[in-house]
Nanobody, 123 residues
Framework: QVQLVESGGGLVQAGGSLRLSCAAS?????LGWFRQAPGKEREYVAA????????DYSDSVKGRFTISRDIAKNTMYLQMNSLKPEDTAVYSC???????????????????WGQGTQVTVSS
């Protein structure tokens, strides 16, 4: 079983930055970030394979967000720069076990989820 705890959300002005953390217990193939705004479906943000790699990003955040991990702390991070009001959402991390990179963008392939952390970007 995997437990995930997100932190780091908050209120920030457009153009600002935030860093989210996802502390994990257990073992998994990859961790991913998703977000969900009110009235919208869960949206893929980024993911990272735990054994290595640069990370994968959605087009909407590529170049602004950076995903990373600290293996010693079993923690994943999402550095979010140049934030926009449309980035406002609840951000959640999920644990992925399939072992295939093609499925990282699909939320229904993640088994465990954290409780989420709210990110609000004001204009």
């Amino acid at each position: 079983q995997v437990q995930l705890v997100e932190s780091g959300g908050g209120l920030v002005q457009a153009g600002g930055s935030l860093r989210l953390s996802c502390a994990a217990s257990g073992r998994f193939y990859a961790l991913g970030w998703f977000r969900q705004a009110p009235g919208k479906e869960r949206e893929y943000v980024a993911a990272i394979v735990w054994s290595g790699g640069d990370g994968d990003y959605s087009d909407s955040v590529k170049g602004r967000f950076t995903i990373s991990r600290d293996i010693a702390k079993n923690t994943m991070y999402l550095q979010m720069n140049s934030l926009k009001p449309e980035d406002t959402a609840v951000y959640s991390c999920g644990a992925h076990f399939l072992g295939t990179t093609w499925s990282l963008r699909r939320p229904n392939t993640y088994v465990y989820w954290g409780q989420g952390t709210q990110v609000t970007v004001s204009s």
